[in-house]
């Protein structure tokens, strides 16, 4: 029986795997950021959530196995890029305001996505539920003022907060087709000033105490040649 137990497990483990493999192509085929977005957004998740749990906060939610799923999942928070036209996704400037409206719906469509890829009697989707979670959440704000459900504080699930946090830094010190890069210390103080409004509280304060790490991150993972 327990070989058998073990098999099962061995096998819902790789159709996850291999389901997450290919939800990950899919949205790096469609995705306007490069890879190393991804490996610098999955590390500094991982540098919040563990910052988090050695300071004693939000422990019975940041087990090691709870980590490494977040991190596992953060790759997926821009899945919904997918149902967004080229002319907008990849448009060479700002967006128009009825553009915008609909880029802001990726959130959304993200998490529909995902939600289809589960199956109804799969065990083992703990990487599907936080990819779910983050992907649907990522853009909403601790003020209740994000998008795209104005979800406010603990209703924003905590892998959301923490990619929250980790996109913007990355969009802040990245240059992108409608900004010039900013500074490291530039962008400390913008997440800084958004901590209550747009970011928790506690987060931004591990993110404080990690923010020689990000920029570490940062620059291992450039997308400078």
């Known amino acids: 029986l327990e070989k058998v137990l073990h098999e099962y497990r061995r096998s819902s483990w790789a ?4 389901m997450l493999k290919s939800l990950n192509a899919l949205s790096m085929v469609r995705d306007n950021e490069t ?3 991804i490996l610098r957004t999955k590390n500094y998740v991982r540098a919040l959530a563990e910052r ?12 090691e196995k ?6 596992k999942a953060a790759p997926l928070h821009d899945i919904g890029k997918v149902g967004i036209p080229d002319t907008i996704l990849k448009k060479p400037g700002s967006l128009t305001d009825e553009e915008w409206q609909i880029m802001k719906t990726h959130a ?11 199956l109804k009697d799969a065990k083992h989707t703990h990487v599907l539920d936080a990819a779910i979670q983050i992907a649907g959440c990522h853009h909403e704000a601790w003020d209740g003022s994000g998008y795209p459900q104005g979800l406010k504080g603990e209703e924003i699930p905590l ?9 913007t830094y990355d969009a802040l010190v990245n240059e992108r ?5 900013w500074t490291h210390d530039e962008a400390c103080a913008e997440i800084a000033s958004l901590k209550g409004k747009r970011f928790d509280p506690l987060v931004v304060d ?7 790490n990000f920029l570490r991150i940062s620059e291992m993972y450039s997308d400078a040649p």
């Open 15 to 18: 159709i996850e795997d291999g």
């Open 35 to 37: 890879g190393n977005h």
């Open 52 to 63: 988090l749990k050695a300071s004693g906060v939000y422990e019975d939610q940041l087990s």
């Open 66 to 71: 709870a980590i490494d799923y977040i991190v």
């Open 108 to 118: 959304g469509l993200g998490r529909d996505v995902l939600t289809a890829a589960k």
């Open 159 to 167: 892998a959301a907060r923490l990619m929250s946090l980790a996109d």
């Open 177 to 181: 087709v409608y900004k010039k890069e």
């Open 206 to 212: 591990a993110f404080m105490q990690e923010k020689e």
